[in-house]
């Protein structure tokens, strides 16, 4: 039987899912393929837009205001402001109440696990009480066997860069015996089951948790943790947290692995699931087929399922796999490529030119992608339309540096978007 | 004199710290001096072949003898610190089967014991060796890490009285009335351990003797006192692989020749090399043809190479040493012995004498050497003990096994630190506190790291070569700032996040070498957790620029 769908998108990331969900409110019969975990599972889970410039002039406390000034070519130049709206209008309809910060168009502080603030545009309610232009001083707890978030060492350096409160930092041995190692999972496990199920602790695992914490606050108006408050009950794990501290509760992002970035996903595949969207992941599409008079369309990708290659047929086709981390953009000495369809992807021939020598140096390693056009359309070296119906979307894109502008799951949600609608609208 | 004669050591490679050990040992007042972290020069920069002589058995026998006799002797007082991993020569069809017998000869006439193995016994204990690969000679050779091996000697030297200082160059010598009388040193942040944000300090050590084993710069050692010592410097380069393709040191069998050995080391293989004079030891090109070479040409042995995944590549510089008039046009034909520069005998001046040249395989042989002429000076008769004492964490096998199951530390993780630490295992180890595993890749725990903070400060290099944490597949990605997070409260945020800036740095140096397939995306991946996820790129806690954080979002009105 031949797979055959009015849009199919590639790749299951931040990107693919708002493809393919703003392709299917087209009407359009949406099947979404993708190979592995998206890159969200090791991301913060924080929605950045835009915190700095590509000229590294920041925090930007507007967004939206420095997109005119983006040069050509920028993920967002090719889209639009409108289309930056609109993705995250879609963002905001598809997290409802597990995200906030779209009452303002303003950017947001938040406190990273080293004790830097980085500025972002929608956060994870769960980290709302922390942000750091919030004056209520903060107590920030670390546990002893969870490395990566010292809260003494993270509130010093808060301390340090002048935010407007006072932050205390508490390391606390989390209330249930644990092996010398254990996963950040293990951590959240915990708190979702409430109950450590051994002898060592009887009872509530988050009251356990309060009470040792209850003896370190000295007045502060919230405490936060690092993000492992729970799994599949954050909310019911941070209510329980407050009402036995009596204070405001919040995660410090943490990853990889992120807890709130499962959870986002988690979320958005729900939500995909509601829209009517087809779901298939762990085979990779690996080729395409075009029916031989037209070069240009593309009739059919083929997926790898144990070895047999299998056509997926669609009149549109989304590429959405990721940069250089989703596997969307490959390397070797040589060069570097688009694996599925060879688009074009810009880069110098000598290797040695794709990096800096300063560690956080201007990486053109960092932007590569393909470049579209202004739908979205991968281009070729001459600038042409590499297929009439296929489009890029999120970190396979060229020409944005997300880490430096801290401007990843912006221009995910903006050119998913776009490119959503776009093939939908052409079905 | 009357009291005990003090000794200047200048330099902190395996030379240095084998010379502070012996004498130290022997009853000498002994100082040691290195201007960057311990192995900050060569030793740290090495291929880490223990060599059983096989490679200098047909052109460099009285080299090959003594790598033999000092393998057995390594194996013996540092079995923390070597991996007997065995050797084998390869011989592929187009090599020359002359040349085979010959180091089959070879290696007899100097002990080193042999065994001709077919093609397929050779695949049968290395699989991936090519399958035209015709026939092998297995020989003892050895994998050893020369950070634990240094530091284990620095630490034997101090346990005799020693003091040791790292992070001190030395820029001056101390000449009085023709005598060479101590050296002017510069603490980078005052004498003891390396504290990021100290202020630095001179001092001005004396000594009845000083001993130049600063290796390739020992020629700048040498004109502080306007002495001529000819030392040319010849760089190789060494690339690092993701995991251990091999468990056995595969060298092919051929006279001489780039990109011809791989080795063994924890959980990477490592290949090597080039050798290419340079001008400068600190200074010189690092090239990409280099790290191509290693994968195309050691692909003709391991043809797995050739898609493998490196994870970085790095350079060392050769101290070679030419007696003045020989003239000889190509580094590679510069002998690989060593030489002890008497320079009252050979300059006139008295008070210093250089030691130059050699291989780390006989570091200790080189040291017994030179702490016997040094003795000789000082009218000091002591014998050398050094062959005999085994090195701190090298005493008894047997006993940790069952020492490291108290720790609760999982069997990889226990297994990995009793390597590392031998039978220092159980009091480093030995905590109430939490242990958890701090550098994944290595399996390295947060008891492990204290204890190498206690002894380097805010140096996080330093605890790196001590520990190995940062030195596997992520390069530091995931834990170079965990690692850091160990300093606090001890050093405060400032120097920690200093601290952690110099390591994130010099991780991502030798990783440039290696960045496309995998390991681009793992540096992409690092990149982003450090930028985006921490934003560590823009202005920390040091920038000029305050932020207005009155400006931003501060949450909704009325809270949630
Ligand atoms: C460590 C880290 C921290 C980050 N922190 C933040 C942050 O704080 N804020 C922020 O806004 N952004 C952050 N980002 C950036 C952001 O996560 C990414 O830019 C965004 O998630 C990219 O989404 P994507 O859908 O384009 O790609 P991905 O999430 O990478 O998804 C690509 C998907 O395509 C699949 N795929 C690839 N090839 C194939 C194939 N051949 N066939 C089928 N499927 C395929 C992959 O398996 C994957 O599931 C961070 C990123 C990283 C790495
Ligand atoms: C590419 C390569 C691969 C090699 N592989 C092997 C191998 O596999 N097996 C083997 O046995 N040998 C090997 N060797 C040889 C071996 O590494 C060296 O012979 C040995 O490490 C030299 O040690 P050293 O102490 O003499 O010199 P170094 O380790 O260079 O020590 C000299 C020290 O002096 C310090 N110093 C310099 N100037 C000053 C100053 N002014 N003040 C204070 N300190 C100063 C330097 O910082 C340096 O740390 C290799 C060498 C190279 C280059």
Known sequence: MAIEQDVLVIGGGLAGVTAAVSAARTGADVRLVSYKQPTLRHASGLIDVLGYTPDGEGPLVDPVAALDDLPEGHPYERVGEDAVRAGLALFDDLAGDTYEGNHTERNALVPTQGGRVKPTARYPASTAAGLASDERDALLVGFERLVGFDAPLSAAQLNAAGAPFEARGATVEFPVELSADPKVTRFAHLLDRDEAGEESQDGSVRRALAERVTTHLDGEARVGFPAVLGDDHPEDVRAALETHLGVDVFEVPMGPPSLPGFRLEDRLYDALDAAGVRIETGNPVVGYETDGRDDDLIEAVTVDRNGATVPYAAEQFVLATGGLVGKGIDSDREGVAEPIFDCHVTHPPDRYDWFEDDAFGDHRFARFGVAPDRELRPRDARGTVEFDNLRAAGAVLGNYDFAAEKSGSGVSLATGHEAGRLAGDDT | ?560
């Open chain 2, 1 to 560: 004199m009357g009291a005990t004669p003090t000794v200047l050591v200048i330099g902190g490679g395996s030379t240095g710290c084998g010379i502070a050990r012996d004498l130290a040992m022997r009853g000498l007042s002994v100082t040691l001096v290195e201007q960057g972290n311990l192995t900050h020069g060569t030793t740290g920069r090495m291929h880490g072949l223990l060599h059983s002589g096989g490679r200098y058995a047909v052109a460099d026998q009285a080299s090959a003898r003594e790598c033999i006799q000092e393998t057995r002797v390594l194996e013996d007082i540092a079995s923390h610190c070597v991996e007997e991993t065995g050797g084998l020569f390869v011989k592929r069809p187009e090599d020359s089967e002359a040349y085979f017998e010959r180091k089959l000869r070879g290696c007899a006439e100097c002990g080193i014991p042999t065994e001709v193995l077919s093609g397929r016994e050779a695949r049968q204990r290395e699989p991936y060796l090519a399958a035209d690969v015709d026939k092998a000679i297995a020989v003892p050779d050895g994998a050893v890490d020369p950070f634990r091996l240094c530091v284990a000697n620095a630490a034997s030297a101090q346990n005799h009285g020693a003091r040791i200082e790292t992070h001190a160059e030395v820029t001056d010598l101390l000449v009085e009335a023709g005598e060479v009388v101590g050296a002017e040193v510069t603490h980078e942040s005052g004498p003891g351990k390396r504290t990021h944000g100290k202020a630095g300090t001179t001092e001005e050590i004396e000594a009845d003797h000083v001993i130049n084993a600063t290796g390739a710069w020992a020629g700048r050692i040498g004109d502080m006192a306007g002495l001529d010592v000819n030392v040319r410097p010849s760089k190789g380069v060494m690339t690092v692989m993701n995991v251990r393709q091999v468990d056995t040191v595969i060298n092919r069998c051929i006279p001489k020749g780039n990109a011809d050995i791989v080795v063994p080391h924890e959980t990477t293989c490592i290949l090597g090399t080039t050798d290419e004079e340079v001008e400068d030891p600190e200074d010189y090109p690092e090239a990409e043809w280099e790290v191509d070479l290693m994968i195309d040409e050691l692909s003709k042995l391991l043809p797995v190479l050739q898609e493998a995944r490196t994870i970085r590549s790095y350079w060392g510089v050769r101290p070679l040493y030419e007696p003045p008039g020989s003239g000889t046009a190509d580094s590679e034909d510069i002998t690989r012995d060593f030489f002890l520069l008497d320079h009252a005998d050979r300059d006139g001046l008295p008070g210093l004498t250089t030691i130059v040249g050699g291989k780390f395989t006989t570091y200790r042989m080189m040291a017994e050497e030179l702490s016997d002429h040094v003795c000789d000076r000082l009218g000091v008769s002591a014998a050398c003990r050094t062959a005999d004492v085994p090195l701190p964490g090298s005493r008894d096998e047997r006993v940790l096994d069952d020492a490291m199951d108290e720790f609760g530390l999982t069997s990889p993780v226990a297994r990995r630190s009793k390597q590392r630490l031998g039978d220092r295992a159980p009091d480093v180890l030995d905590t109430d506190d939490p242990n958890p595993v701090v550098c994944s890749c290595e399996g390295v725990t947060r008891a492990e790291l204290q204890d190498a903070i206690a002894g380097s400060g805010t140096d996080l290099n330093a605890v790196r070569i001590r520990t190995r944490a940062s030195m596997g597949n992520c390069q530091g990605g995931f834990c170079a700032h965990a690692m850091a997070d160990e300093l606090h409260p001890e050093y405060d945020a400032e120097q920690a996040s200093a601290a952690l800036d110099d390591l994130y740095q010099e991780r991502w140096k030798g990783q440039r070498h290696a960045l496309w397939g995998e390991q681009l995306s793992q540096a992409m991946l690092t990149y982003a957790l450090h930028a985006t996820t921490m934003n560590r790129d823009e202005g920390g806690i040091a920038a000029d620029e305050t932020v207005d954080f009155a400006a931003f979002d501060g949450g909704t009105p009325d809270g949630d």
